[in-house]
C-alpha cells in the first residue's frame, strides 16, 4: 500500500527526474573531457585514444601516431626503431627519399604525399585514414622538427668552426632557411604506352649507363657491391623486377626518382641523360616490374640486406624482396 503511494508520486515527478538526472550526467561528461583535455595538454602528451584526432594539436599527433618510429623529437630513435629495416627516418636532419624538387629538399607536397600513400616496401604506413587536416597538422609538425634539428645542427658547426664567437641568431636563421628552403618542382613529362622499340632502347640505356653496376643485368639487384646509405648502414640496390617501389608504380615516380636520385641512398641523380632517354628507361624499368607475390618484412628485407651476393653461389632468395 505504502510503497504503491510512493511510486504514484514519484511518477509524477518522473519525467523531470529524468531530464535532470541526463542534464546532470552530461555536465560531469563534458566537465571530465575538458579537465582531460586541459591535463594532457600540459604534460605535452596525448590522452591514449579518449580525445577525438581532430581536437589534437600537430605535436599530439605526432606522439600518438608517429614517436614510436620516429622518436619523441624526431631523431628516428623510437621505442621500436631497433626493429625496423630500413630505418625509421631521421626527420631532424636525415636526406627524404622522395622528393619533386630541383635541389632535392622536400617540399611540403612531397611530405603530405609520404603521409598519404606511405611507403612501400618498408614500416612508413599510409596515414590516408586520418583527415586532411590532420595530416595537414602532421606536415606542420614534421617541418616544425626538422627546423629544430637543423638548427641544432648548424649551431654545434658554427661552435665548432669558432669556438670563440657566439653565432648570431639572424645568420643561424638565415643558414636553417637556406636548407629548408625547397627549390622548384621539376616537370615531368607525360608518358603514354610504350612501343617494343622504346622498351629496347631504355634497356640499352640501362647497360650503358651502368644501372646494371647495382641493379645487376637481370635488375633483381642481386650484385657484389657494397651500399651504404648517408648513416653507414647497409643498404641494397632494388630489385627492379620483385621489389616495391618507394615512390609507387607511376611513371612520374620512377621518372623523378631517376631524374633526382633518391637522397640519402647511393642511387645516383641521373642529370645528364637526355629528356628521350630517361623516358625510355622510365617505361624499362616499369615493364620489368612486378607486383610482389609476397610483400616484404622488416626480417625478409634485414636478411636480403645481410645476404646480398650470396644468391649467386646458390644461397636462397628470400620471398619479397
Ligand atoms: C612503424 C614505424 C613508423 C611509424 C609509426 C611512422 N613511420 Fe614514418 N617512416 C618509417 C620508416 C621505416 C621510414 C623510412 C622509409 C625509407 O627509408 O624508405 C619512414 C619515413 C618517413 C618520412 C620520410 C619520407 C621520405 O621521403 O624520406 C616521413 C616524413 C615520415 N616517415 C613521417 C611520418 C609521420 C608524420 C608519421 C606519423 C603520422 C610516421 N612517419 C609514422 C617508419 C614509421
Ligand atoms: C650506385 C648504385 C646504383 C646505381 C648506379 C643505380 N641505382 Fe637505382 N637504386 C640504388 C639503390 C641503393 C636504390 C634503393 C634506394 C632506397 O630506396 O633505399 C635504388 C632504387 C632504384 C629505383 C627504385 C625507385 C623506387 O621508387 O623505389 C629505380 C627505379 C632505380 N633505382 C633505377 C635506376 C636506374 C634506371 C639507374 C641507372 C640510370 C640506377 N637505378 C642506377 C642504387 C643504384
Same mark, same amino acid.
Given at each position: 500500500?505504502? %510503497? ?63 614517436? %614510436? ?72 609538425? %614534421? ?24 653565432? $648570431? ?44 653496376? $647495382?641493379? /645487376? ?91 646480398? /651476393? ?12
Amino acid at each position: 500500500m505504502i %510503497v504503491r503511494r510512493l511510486w504514484s508520486r514519484f511518477d509524477r515527478v518522473r519525467p523531470w527526474w529524468l531530464m535532470a538526472s541526463c542534464l546532470l550526467a552530461g555536465l560531469l561528461l563534458y566537465g571530465r573531457f575538458v579537465m582531460d583535455r586541459q591535463r594532457f595538454s600540459a604534460q605535452g602528451v596525448t590522452s591514449p585514444g579518449s580525445t577525438p584526432d581532430a581536437f589534437l594539436t600537430g605535436s599530439e599527433l605526432y606522439a600518438k601516431y608517429c614517436s %614510436v618510429c620516429h622518436g619523441a623529437d624526431g631523431d628516428g630513435r623510437g621505442s621500436a626503431a631497433r626493429y625496423l629495416n630500413p630505418k625509421a627516418r631521421n626527420l631532424r636532419t636525415g636526406s627524404f627519399r622522395l622528393v619533386s624538387t630541383e635541389n632535392r629538399l622536400p617540399s611540403w607536397a612531397d611530405v603530405e604525399a609520404v603521409l598519404e600513400h606511405g611507403i612501400p616496401g618498408t614500416s612508413m604506413r599510409s596515414y590516408r585514414e586520418l583527415s586532411q587536416e590532420c595530416r595537414a597538422k602532421l606536415v606542420q609538425e %614534421v617541418f616544425r622538427l626538422r627546423r629544430q634539428g637543423l638548427r641544432e645542427e648548424v649551431l654545434r658547426s658554427l661552435r665548432e668552426e669558432w669556438p670563440d664567437v657566439e653565432p $648570431c641568431a639572424e645568420d643561424v636563421e638565415q643558414l636553417v632557411d637556406a636548407q629548408l628552403a625547397a627549390g622548384p618542382i621539376v616537370a615531368v613529362p607525360t608518358f603514354s604506352s610504350p612501343s617494343p622499340e622504346q622498351l629496347a632502347l631504355g634497356r640499352e640505356v640501362f647497360l650503358t649507363f651502368t644501372c646494371n653496376t $647495382c641493379h /645487376g643485368d637481370n635488375a633483381t639487384g642481386d650484385t657484389d657491391v657494397r651500399l651504404v646509405d648517408e648513416d653507414g648502414v647497409p643498404t641494397r640496390p632494388r630489385n627492379l623486377v620483385a621489389g616495391e617501389l618507394k615512390g609507387g608504380r607511376e611513371p612520374a615516380s620512377v621518372y623523378r626518382r631517376i631524374l633526382l636520385g633518391i637522397p640519402g641512398t647511393p642511387m645516383p641523380a641521373c642529370r645528364v641523360l637526355t629528356e628521350t632517354q630517361r623516358i625510355n628507361l622510365v617505361h624499362y624499368c616499369l615493364s620489368l616490374s612486378r607486383e610482389p607475390q609476397t610483400p616484404s618484412t622488416n626480417y625478409t628485407r634485414a636478411i636480403a640486406t645481410i645476404t646480398r /651476393g650470396s644468391t649467386a653461389a646458390g644461397t636462397r632468395t628470400p620471398p619479397g624482396r
